[in-house]
């Protein structure tokens, strides 16, 4: 059995355990990127003791292998064989030897000469001597009665082979002998052939490299001889037996013992020659890289994708330059995308050098690689455009916002009229393509509420059946069981719309598009590509269509923010991406699949909400302008002046009373003269030296009973915390039109205060 190296136990168990340790701490933070750095550190950890696992199991069996090959070669040998460590300490007997000097497991070599030598344990420090000086030590000796030659060779660096043979010429009985020997010169040129050797080759090498399969010829290895149009596998060992010559002997070795404990590790195993083919693979190799048994290929051909010649590589590993160094590569038999990490451990010295490779399934590596840095890109994207969303906000709002005061004073029939109207349409479309920034980034505002969603795509179908054209058939199918959800009426129609027109795009012939609804009860968690939907009850909704159907290389990317295959201005990019913002942040799940030339499915999945629909009164905006006013001091703070312009002017078209300030500092000032009277702050949340929520806090501790409205260009929840700690306090989203800002005002002025 393989031995497992001192200290390995220990180097696993630290790997293991930081891997576990990373692997909790994966779960515990919240934050998804960081989430998955910590995960895809603790993987890594996981493949690094991996290969360490496998090198240490090889290295065990390296080391038990000669004790198990030379068993098997000399367990029925009729000479005695003993096998012993460099002590002299039994390890090893075969049966003759037992049978004939009477020794047994754990004892000692000293014992076996006692009755052929007159000193055994001088001979015995001589013998072990040589063979530790010089790797091999001979003696004639007698056992039970007879002459024999005493063989002492080290086999390894703990083992060292007794072999009593006959005297010369004699087998076990007496009679002639006839072993598989050579013996050569110091070039290595053949000089002479047993007989028995010689019967066995057709055509007798000049070399001894023209003997084996694989040249050049190994000393205490395993190697295959050409004989009789066959190969046979043989132990090969060897003397000196004169200044220039050297006798070489060969054992016939059973293969299949010789392989089992290779081809039966738990981790897949290559044996590389130096010339790049791979000599061995075992079971779980052969598995993984769909090779034959016995097959021969070169290592270049099972792998691609290193950067550089494999060849190279491995010319680097023998020369010690990339040992113990892991490569990750792609399997080149196989049919879908097969990564295997390759570590490479030089095997054996001298001639009987060799490379292993231990392989490892690293496709799942590849894939967590690939989503954290995906996750990377959108986390990018997505701050880029709250950024950029709250910069626009506050020029959309100044827009927007005069062009409101310029249309207060015309009316429908002046000639700047229609003017104005194109002006503050064009800021109400780039606000909305903000909006698409925002939900793609997860950032922008919902406004939830209980709802039916037969409700929702009946009020729609006026205006899907006009987008999708006359050679588009649009159909609806509920579900009898169809429950309530919980999310922004208005975001979830953008959603819906924009997968509709998909699917009209998609069949520019014609076609059917299908609006499925149901309720879908999942009683175990369902795994999508990537992501796995838990268990639980969800409203599902399906967009179906007959189109062209999305190629595989795209369908991961068509979520991704400002990809499209559409042409140059006929689409942002953005629609997809605002889709599954959209979704995620209600808390659902939105998938596509496709097959080309049949269609595209879009499926979402929403939470399904116990609480009964709630129905609302219909707002009158005629009568809300016409509200009477209620007027009041604001205090106005905000760092843009186009902005406070327009709200400063705005609110006193209402009769209100407006003290304006430019940052947070100045707002104080204000607010400590106590003379000064102010029922409300309009403050900017985000502003140049103190935010909104930290000066309206210092505020309150002299005017407790002062309103507060907060207006920002990002989102309510980047600061909502925060606004939850201040009373009396409520959120108002840029951008804002004049009718925004004043009934917001109003209301605060109306409304009943809130206890802290």
Request: aromatic share 4%; net charge negative; glycine share 8%.
């Amino acid at each position: 059995m393989p031995t497992v190296p001192p200290g390995f136990v220990t180097r696993v168990s630290i790997l293991l355990g930081l891997a576990l340790v990373l692997a909790v701490i994966a779960f515990i933070v919240p934050t998804l990127p960081v989430r998955l750095g910590f995960l895809a550190a603790a993987v890594a950890l996981l493949l690094l003791s991996l290969p360490l696992l496998g090198l240490s199991l090889w290295r065990g069996v390296s080391e038990g292998r000669i004790d198990g090959t030379l068993q098997a070669v000399h367990g029925n040998d009729p000479s005695p064989v003993l096998l012993t460590d460099p002590a002299g300490v039994l390890v090893w007997c075969n049966a003759q030897a037992s049978k004939a000097l009477g020794l047994g497991q754990g004892g000692g070599v000293v014992s076996a000469l006692s009755s052929s030598a007159a000193m055994p344990d001088a001979l015995i420090a001589r013998l072990l001597s040589a063979a530790r000086d010089h790797g091999r030590a001979e003696q004639r000796v007698d056992v039970e009665g007879r002459a024999h030659d005493l063989h002492v060779d080290r086999v390894g660096p703990d083992r060292l082979l007794w072999r009593f043979h006959p005297g010369p010429g004699l087998d076990a009985d007496g009679r002639e002998d006839g072993p598989l020997q050579i013996r050569i010169d110091a070039g290595g040129s053949i000089v002479w052939i047993s007989p028995r050797l010689l019967e066995r080759l057709d055509h007798p090498p000049a070399h001894v490299d023209g003997l084996v399969e694989r040249p050049p010829l190994k000393l205490n290895a395993a190697q295959t001889l050409k004989c009789d149009d066959q190969a046979l596998r043989c132990w090969v060992t060897g003397r000196a037996v004169g200044d220039d010559l050297r006798e070489i002997s060969f054992q016939p070795v059973p293969q299949e013992r010789e392989d089992t404990q290779f081809d039966t590790l738990p981790v897949p195993l290559l044996e590389i020659e130096e010339d790049g083919t791979v000599a061995k693979a075992n079971r779980l190799a052969r598995q993984l890289l769909s090779l034959e048994t016995g097959e021969t290929v070169a290592l270049h051909n099972l792998f691609e994708g290193l950067g550089r010649q494999v060849g190279d590589w491995l010319g680097d590993a023998f020369d010690g330059r990339a040992r113990g160094r892991p490569e990750v590569m792609r399997a080149s038999r196989a049919e879908n995308d097969l990564f295997i990490q390759v570590t490479l451990e030089q095997v054996g010295e001298g001639p009987d050098t060799r490379m292993m490779a231990v392989l490892h399934d690293a496709t799942e590596m590849k894939r967590l690689e690939a989503q954290f840095v995906q996750s990377q890109k959108m986390q990018a994207i997505g701050q880029l455009a709250g950024g950029v969303a709250h910069d626009f906000n506050n020029l959309l709002t100044a827009i927007s916002g005069h062009c409101d005061l310029l249309l207060l004073r015309h009316d429908p029939g002046d000639q700047d009229f229609a003017d104005l109207e194109q002006i503050n349409q064009n800021a109400n479309r780039a606000a909305a393509l903000v909006g698409q920034l925002l939900a793609f980034s997860r950032k922008q505002n919902l406004r939830p509420e209980i709802l039916d969603l037969r409700d929702i795509l009946s009020d729609l179908t006026h205006l899907l059946n006009r987008l999708v054209g006359e050679r588009v058939r649009l159909s609806f199918s509920h579900g009898p069981d169809l429950r309530m959800v919980r999310v922004d009426r208005r975001q979830l129609e953008q959603v819906i719309v924009n997968l509709v027109v998909n699917a009209r795009d998609a069949m520019p012939k014609g076609g059917d598009v299908k609006v499925i609804t149901r309720t879908l009860t999942l009683e175990t968690p369902e795994a999508h590509d990537r992501v796995e939907v838990p268990a639980g009850r969800y409203a599902l909704i399906e967009v179906v269509d007959q189109g062209t159907g999305i190629p595989e290389s795209t369908i991961t990317k068509i979520f991704e923010p400002f990809f499209t295959t559409k042409k140059t201005g006929e689409g942002t990019g953005l629609g997809l991406s605002t889709a599954y913002g959209i979704v995620k942040q209600t808390g659902g799940y939105i998938f596509a699949r496709s097959e080309l030339g049949k269609g595209t499915t879009f499926s979402i999945y929403l939470p399904i909400s116990d609480h009964a629909a709630i129905a609302l009164a219909p707002v009158d905006k005629a009568k809300e302008i016409q509200k009477p006013q209620a007027e009041g001091r604001i205090l106005l703070v905000e760092d843009e002046a186009p902005v406070r312009a327009f709200a400063t002017r705005a609110l006193r078209m209402r009769g209100h009373e407006v003290l304006e300030a430019e940052d947070a500092e100045a707002a104080l000032a204000i607010c400590s003269d106590a003379s000064v009277e102010i029922d409300v702050f309009v403050t900017d949340v985000i502003m140049p030296g103190r935010d909104g929520p930290s000066w309206v806090r210092e505020a309150l501790e002299t005017r407790p009973d002062t309103r507060v409205i907060f207006v920002s260009g990002y989102a309510e929840e980047s600061f909502t915390e925060a606004q939850a700690a201040i009373p009396n306090s409520t959120f108002l989203p840029k951008p804002f039109s004049l009718r925004d800002l004043t009934a917001t005002v109003e209301a605060q002025l109306k409304a009943p205060s809130r206890p802290d």
